[in-house]
């Protein structure tokens, strides 16, 4: 089986640019270089290249939005071409903070056509580990050393089957106006309100069969890098 990780930096083309989000990320790079190897790549013809080696790859992590523009289409057929003959590809957070709702939720439903949409953007909140999560039944054992609660900032996804939610609302018990959930933020140009009912249906982190392979969604949005949760979570989605 494939050891290495890929991280696409498409829009970083200058060596300063990549670095400086390299640096940002570099807790989660030595978390993940425990047990693979990691390599990133920017720029379009790099990362057409990278991605034509499949069997190189364990797990391929889209680090910022760039792949969603139409130009680059041919670089998500190849990530899509990917996941359907085995391989795990996954959105960090960043990916979708730069995007609008509208276009997070036109590529995911015209490019990959899943229903996996724009939810919304919380500021701190608990979440609990789904025991029945199709993550679970993917990587067995390992589950039960994951993170059982997840405080989470960040955007959260809708739409998404109960068995892709890796993690769900954890509702406090003893203080009914704590019930409301959690304080909204806005991101770009989004403001988000909290509705009770939508809240129940979104999720911080989202793993999903596709076809042969491997689809999964982490929402931390934190700018000054992961939180030792989100990184556990990402390296168990690799490991899959």
Known sequence: MADSILMILLDKTTDEEAEALIELYSCLIKYLSISYRVHDVRGYKQTLEALSYETLWRAVIVMEPTVVGTRYRLIS???????????TVIFEGRFGRLLRPQDLNAYFRDVWCIGWRYGAVSESWEYALNPASDLRRAISDQYKDMPRYYQFSG?????????????LPKWPQTNERERRGPKMVGVGCMMMEY????????????????????????????PTGYNPSTIEVLGAMCGV
């Open 155 to 167: 955007l959260l996804l809708a739409n998404v089957a109960i068995q892709e939610s890796v993690y």
């Open 77 to 87: 057929d190849r990530l899509i071409h990917f996941a359907r003959n085995g391989g």
């Open 195 to 222: 509705d009770s009912e939508r809240w129940q249906n979104l999720t911080p982190v989202a793993f999903a069969r596709y076809e042969r392979g491997w689809i999964g969604w982490s929402g931390d949005i934190a």
